[in-house]
């Protein structure tokens, strides 16, 4: 089984930063891509930032020079750093890694259980 973890999530004011973590674990063999993804009340889920195994990163148009991602391989960690947030930042963020649980299995999506982020004016 395998679990993606998320923290670091809570209430920030406008202007303010936050770090969010995700950890996988589980039968892990292979993490061939981590992202975060975030959904606000009403509205579709939407990419945020993704990383993939060879370390090149994808960012949404609405974050890119605020937010960065990135991955530590040996933890099976993706981390998001949020800078100079602003209260349409205001989601559920959510940890998803396409990986492979053993060396015979097909790449597959797993998502965490998501971590509130808040944003006040």
């Known amino acids: 089984q395998v679990q993606l973890v998320e923290s670091g999530g809570g209430l920030v004011q406008a202007g303010g930063s936050l770090r969010l973590s995700c950890a996988a674990s589980g039968s892990i063999f292979s993490i061939h891509a981590m992202g975060w993804y975030r959904q606000a009340p009403g509205k579709q889920r939407e990419l945020v930032a993704t990383?993939?195994?060879?370390?090149?990163?994808n960012y949404s148009d609405s974050v890119k020079g605020r937010y960065t991602i990135s991955r530590d391989n040996a933890k099976n960690t993706v981390y998001l750093q949020m800078n100079s947030l602003k209260p349409e930042d205001t989601a559920v963020y959510y940890c998803?890694?396409?990986?492979?649980?053993?060396?015979?299995?097909?790449?597959?999506?797993?998502w965490g259980q998501g971590t509130q982020v808040t944003v006040s004016s």
């Open positions: 998803r890694a396409a990986l492979a649980a053993t060396m015979l299995d097909s790449v597959y999506d797993y």
């Open positions: 990383i993939i195994s060879g370390g090149r990163v």
